[in-house]
C-alpha cells in the first residue's frame, strides 16, 4: 500500500506562483509513474501533469506554465505552478501507477492509477 499526501496549495493572486509536494510512502517511489490531476467544483478530474522513466507530459492548458519533476531520495514530486490564472482553481490531486514505469504518459488512462492522495485546495484570485 502506498500513501500519497499532497500539501503546498493555498489562495494566490493571478499571475503568482505555488509550488505543490506530494510525498509518497514505499521502497519503491523510483519505479512509479506519477500524476498531477485537478478537480474544479462541478467538473471531472482531469490530468495536469505526469512523470515516469519514460517521460513526462503536460496538459495543454498548462503546458509553459507547470513543471512536474521528482526527487527519488525525498519520495516525493513536485509541481510547480506559474503565470496562474482563475480557471486554475481546484483541488489538486497526486497519483502514483506502479505499473507504468516506462510507459509514454499520455497514454495512462486515469483509472490505471492505483493509488490517490486526499487533495490540496488551490485557489487563484483574478
Known amino acids: 500500500q502506498v500513501q500519497l499526501v499532497e500539501s503546498g496549495g493555498g489562495l494566490v493572486q493571478a499571475g503568482g506562483s505555488l509550488r505543490l509536494s506530494c510525498a509518497a510512502s514505499?521502497?519503491?517511489?523510483?519505479?512509479?509513474?506519477m500524476g498531477w490531476f485537478r478537480q474544479a467544483p462541478g467538473q471531472e478530474r482531469e490530468f495536469v501533469a505526469g512523470?515516469?522513466?519514460?517521460?513526462?507530459a503536460y496538459a495543454s492548458s498548462v503546458k509553459g506554465r507547470f513543471a512536474i519533476s521528482r526527487d527519488n531520495t525525498k519520495n516525493t514530486v513536485y509541481l510547480q505552478m506559474g503565470s496562474l490564472k482563475p480557471e486554475d482553481t481546484a483541488v489538486y490531486y497526486c497519483?502514483?501507477?506502479?505499473?507504468?514505469?516506462?510507459?509514454?504518459?499520455?497514454?495512462?488512462?486515469?483509472?490505471?492509477?492505483?493509488?490517490w492522495g486526499q487533495g490540496t485546495q488551490v485557489t487563484v484570485s483574478s
Open positions: 512523470i515516469n522513466d519514460h517521460n513526462t
Open positions: 497519483a502514483a501507477d506502479e505499473n507504468a514505469r516506462y510507459q509514454d504518459i499520455a497514454t495512462i488512462d486515469n483509472e490505471e492509477y492505483d493509488y
Open positions: 514505499g521502497r519503491t517511489f523510483s519505479m512509479y509513474a
